[in-house]
C-alpha cells in the first residue's frame, strides 16, 4: 500500500459505484480513511465491506447530496468517526432530463439539484472541517457538457444530454473557481475534472444500437471523436483525482482538467 494519503480523512460522494467506487478504493491503498457517502445503502456498503477486505479504511453514510440536512449530518458523521476531514470529492451527479425547450420543470430542477446545488451543500458543509484541519483539497465532476455545443444531430446520434445537465455542469466549473479563490487564504485547493467516455455500469443506460445492429452509441462517440481509441475507465478518472487531491499537485487550484482521450481538442 502506498502513502501519498496517509493519515487524510476522504469523502466520497456517490461512492457506491462507478467512478466514485474505484476512487474510493483508490484512496484507501494510498492510506486515506473513507467516508463513502451515497443513497444506495445496500451498494455503499458492499464498497465498504470491500475496501475493508483490501486492508483498508472506510465507512458508509447514508447521504442525499440534495437534502441540506441530509448533507450536514452526514459530514458531522463522518468528522465524528475519523476526528477530521482534509479531501473531499463531489462526485455525486446524475443527468436525464430533457432537450430544451421541452424539458418539464421538475426534472430541470432534479438534474440542478443533484448536480450543482448538491456539489455546493456538500462543499458548504465540509469547508468548516477543512479550514480546521489547516487546509485541504476539494475535488469537483464536471463533464465535457459544460465546455461543449449542442446541436438535434448529436442528440439523434448520441442520445445527448439535457439542457438542465449543460447547466448544471457549467455551474459546477464555475462555482470550482469560485470556491478555489475562497479557499486559497486557508489553503485549501480546489479543482475540477470533467471525464469524456469513462465505461461505467451507467454510461451505455438508455442508449442503443444503430438499427442495423452496429455499433452501440456509446462506442461510437469515443471512435469519431477521440484522439485516442477506445473508451475511459473509472480508473483513469481515479488516477487524476487522487492526483489532485495529494500533495504532489499542491502548487495547483482552480483548474479544470479532461480526462477526455482528446475529444475537447477534437471540438
Given at each position: 500500500m502506498a502513502d501519498r494519503l496517509k493519515s487524510k480523512v476522504a469523502i466520497v460522494t456517490g461512492g457506491n459505484s462507478g467512478i466514485g467506487e474505484t476512487t474510493a478504493h483508490t484512496f484507501a491503498q494510498e492510506g486515506a480513511k473513507v467516508a463513502l457517502m451515497a443513497r444506495r445503502e445496500a451498494e455503499g456498503?458492499?464498497?465498504e465491506e470491500a475496501i475493508r477486505a483490501d486492508g483498508g479504511d472506510a465507512t458508509f453514510?447514508?447521504?442525499d447530496v440534495r437534502d441540506k440536512e441530509s448533507v450536514q449530518q452526514a459530514v458531522s458523521a463522518a468528522a465524528d468517526t475519523y476526528g477530521r476531514i482534509d479531501v473531499l470529492f463531489n462526485n455525486a451527479g446524475g443527468g436525464a432530463g430533457g432537450h430544451f425547450p421541452d424539458e418539464p420543470d421538475e426534472e430541470w430542477i432534479r438534474v440542478i439539484e443533484v448536480n450543482l446545488t448538491g456539489t455546493?451543500?456538500?462543499s458548504k458543509a465540509v469547508w468548516p472541517h477543512l479550514?480546521?484541519?489547516g487546509g485541504g483539497a476539494v475535488v469537483n465532476?464536471?463533464?465535457l457538457a459544460a465546455q461543449r455545443g449542442f446541436s438535434p444531430a448529436m442528440a439523434e446520434a448520441y442520445g445527448a444530454t439535457s439542457s438542465s445537465y449543460y447547466a448544471a455542469k457549467?455551474?459546477?466549473?464555475a462555482l470550482t473557481r469560485y470556491m478555489a479563490g475562497v479557499g486559497g487564504k486557508n489553503n485549501i485547493r480546489v479543482n475540477c475534472v470533467r471525464p469524456g467516455q469513462i465505461l461505467t455500469p451507467g454510461a451505455t443506460r438508455g442508449t442503443s444500437r444503430d438499427p442495423d445492429g452496429g455499433h452501440h452509441v456509446f462506442e461510437k462517440m469515443f471512435d469519431f471523436h477521440q484522439i485516442i481509441q477506445g473508451p475511459g475507465y473509472p480508473q483513469d478518472v481515479?488516477?487524476?483525482v487522487l492526483f489532485l487531491v495529494s500533495d504532489e499537485s499542491r502548487f495547483l487550484t482552480a483548474e479544470i482538467i479532461n480526462v477526455d482521450g482528446g475529444v475537447a481538442a477534437k471540438i
Open positions: 456498503k458492499a464498497v453514510f447514508s447521504c455546493f451543500y456538500m479550514v480546521a484541519a465532476m464536471s463533464s457549467a455551474g459546477v466549473d481515479a488516477n487524476l
